[in-house]
């Protein structure tokens, strides 16, 4: 069964940092994989995804994210984070463009300043 | 920039009543979907609908719920007889197959009494 790990609930950063979001997913072909962005009271916004090609793909916001097929691994990485970084980050799997997505826990930044 | 809306944010009901949320996809997409967030646990997909059916439901989904597209525009949540469990955070979102991405409004809070 598919399934999306991050094993960070909650990560705390100072302002100008660098910051890696973990996140590991079990799935038995190659997947898509997602990572989302949810500021309080906002919907999800997509911050970039991998369907193919080259394993390290940029996003929005300054964010990028490497895949990893052997280590099962999609972390999310920005070089220096700012405070409008803090939100709730969700990584996700899906079979396919338009199927289902599979979150993970979700992983809450805080950033100081 | 187009964006996927959802009515009420906040809904509040008693245990054995109807609600039915209401969503308005972005205009030219085709695909949509429903999940829902129980507060502390993981966003977990509900029902996507394609072509004016379900294309596929999750387990959650069962006979109590029930999705609609009745003028083309919108896209509704109902649920018939809700329980204290029904009481989370639910997200619509769309696609559009030229994207790649599901879009997702704000979320409607149900909190079932």
């Known amino acids: 069964a598919q399934s999306v790990t991050q094993p960070d609930i909650h990560i705390t950063v100072s302002e100008g940092a660098s910051l890696e979001l973990r996140c590991n997913y079990s799935?038995?072909?190659?997947?898509?994989l997602f990572w989302y962005v949810q500021s309080p009271g906002q919907g999800l916004q997509l911050l970039l995804k991998?369907?193919?090609?080259?394993?390290l793909v940029q996003g929005i916001k300054g964010f990028e994210a490497e895949f990893k097929r052997s280590q099962s691994s999609f972390n999310l990485r920005k070089p220096s984070v700012h405070w409008s970084d803090a939100a709730e980050y969700f990584c996700?799997?899906?079979?396919?463009?338009?199927?289902?997505?599979?979150f993970g826990q979700g992983t809450t930044l805080q950033v100081k300043p | 920039e187009p964006e996927v809306t959802q009515t009420p944010s906040h809904q509040v009901t008693q245990m054995g009543q109807e609600v039915i949320l209401r969503c308005v996809p972005i205009s030219n997409h085709l695909y949509f979907y429903w999940y829902r967030q129980i507060l502390g646990q993981k966003v977990e997909f509900l029902v996507s609908f394609y072509n004016n059916e379900i294309s596929e439901k999750s387990e959650i989904f069962d006979d109590q719920f029930s999705v609609e597209r009745p003028d083309g525009s919108n896209f509704t949540l109902k649920i018939r007889s809700t329980k204290l469990e029904d009481s989370a955070m639910y997200f619509c979102?769309?696609?559009?197959?030229?994207?790649?991405?599901?879009?997702f409004g704000p979320g409607t809070r149900l909190t079932v009494t």
């Open positions: 799935y038995g072909a190659t997947p898509y």
């Open positions: 996700a799997v899906g079979a396919s463009p338009t199927g289902k997505l599979i």
């Open positions: 991998y369907f193919s090609g080259d394993t």
């Open positions: 979102a769309s696609l559009t197959s030229s994207s790649d991405e599901q879009y």
